[in-house]
Each structure stands twice: as C-alpha cells, then as structure tokens.
C-alpha cells in the first residue's frame, strides 16, 4: 500500500536506522537547513514516548509527523501507512522515516522504504558494524556522524570503513558533522541525484 502511494506521488521515503543519539534528527536539520529550494521533505519521527523529535523539525520548518510506539523497538508499515497519510506527500521528493534508536529490530522490517540509510557515530566504536552487520548489508547507505569528535576520541575511522567495505564492498558511506557542516555537501548531492 505504501510503495503503491508512494510511486503514484513520486516520492522518495527513507528509512533512517540508527542507536539512540546517533544523530538521526541532527543530520535531518542540517539537511533541513541546506535544502531550502533544492528539495522538499517531510518527515515521520519514530519514537516510544515524546513529540521531541517532531518538535525539532517544526522549528526548522519541516512537516513532521510522530509516531509513537508505546515499548515497541521497530515501526510497522501499518503505522507508517497511516502516519504517512496524515502528513499528506502530496509534492514532496522525500519522506524521512527516523526509525525507533535500535540497530537490531527496525533493519527486520519492510515499511515500504524505497532505501535504508544505516547511521553510526563516531561515539558508538568502531566495531559496531561487526557487531551488527544486518543493517550494513542492507543499507543502500552509511553516514558516519559526529566525525567533528574524532580528535577527542579514540576512534579508529580506517578500522570501521573497513569492516563496512567487508560486510559490503558496494555501500555509499558518507562522513558528516551535522554540528560543522563538513561532508554535507556530498550527502545533499546524493540525495539531489536520486530524487525523481
């Protein structure tokens, strides 16, 4: 059904997958901020409890929509369906869905997404992607954020780009501050390139 509404609107919807504080809604302001005549969005904000997130969307003039899980640790595409519904797609290029913060459950199910974009930060280490592999397999891309930290942590960068290239060769990774700006540029690009 989704899919079906989606493609009948040309819009592009994403499932954006990450931990908790990964920088999911950070990242989307900072697009918030450098997609300004460039491309429309809206965004369907995952969470157990709280309206936070949408809240932190309106004031950067982005149509949210939350949906609330109540203990749930995944979206449904049932919930998405509705939620998508109630924000109207009509004339947007893309909807973000910002899943539930959990690299497990949401990567297990298909909410009608035409992509997932797999989120790690530079806070988590640099083994998640072993660690959780799943999401890395099936992400269309990866955003590596909060790389303005990097000088104060103890991160290796070159050890987890690779063990991503190792789950899979083919996947986009992109470095992002959302704080600074930096890598933002090519994420924008990319999502400029692929809308319909």
């Known amino acids: 059904k989704t899919r079906a ?8 919807m994403v499932n954006m997958i990450g931990s908790p504080g990964c920088g999911k ?9 450098k997609a300004r005549g460039k491309l429309s969005f809206a965004v369907l904000e995952g969470d157990l409890e709280t309206t936070r997130d949408a809240e932190r969307m309106a004031a950067v003039q982005v149509k949210a929509n939350q949906l609330l899980t109540g203990g749930g ?6 919930l998405v369906h509705h939620g998508l519904k109630d924000l109207d797609p009509d004339g947007l290029d893309f909807v973000f869905v910002e899943n539930v913060g ?3 459950c949401p990567v297990q199910f298909d909410i009608g997404e035409a992509a ?16 959780y592999p799943f999401l890395f397999k099936e992400a269309k891309v990866a955003v590596l954020t909060k790389i303005d930290l990097l000088p104060h942590l103890d991160f290796d960068e070159e050890a987890c780009l690779g063990f991503i290239k ?5 996947l986009k990774v992109f470095r992002v501050s959302s704080k600074t700006g930096e890598g933002m540029d090519e994420f924008m690009e990319w999502l400029l390139e ?3």
């Open 5 to 12: 509404l989606l493609s009948e609107k040309k819009v592009i």
């Open 73 to 78: 640790c995944h979206l449904e595409a049932r």
């Open 166 to 170: 190792t789950i899979n060769p083919k």
């Open 194 to 196: 692929h809308k319909r």
């Open 102 to 104: 959990n690299l497990v």
């Open 116 to 131: 997932k974009i797999g989120l790690l930060s530079v806070t988590e280490g640099e083994d998640k992607p072993l660690k």
């Open 25 to 33: 809604t950070s990242l989307l302001e900072a697009v918030a901020a």
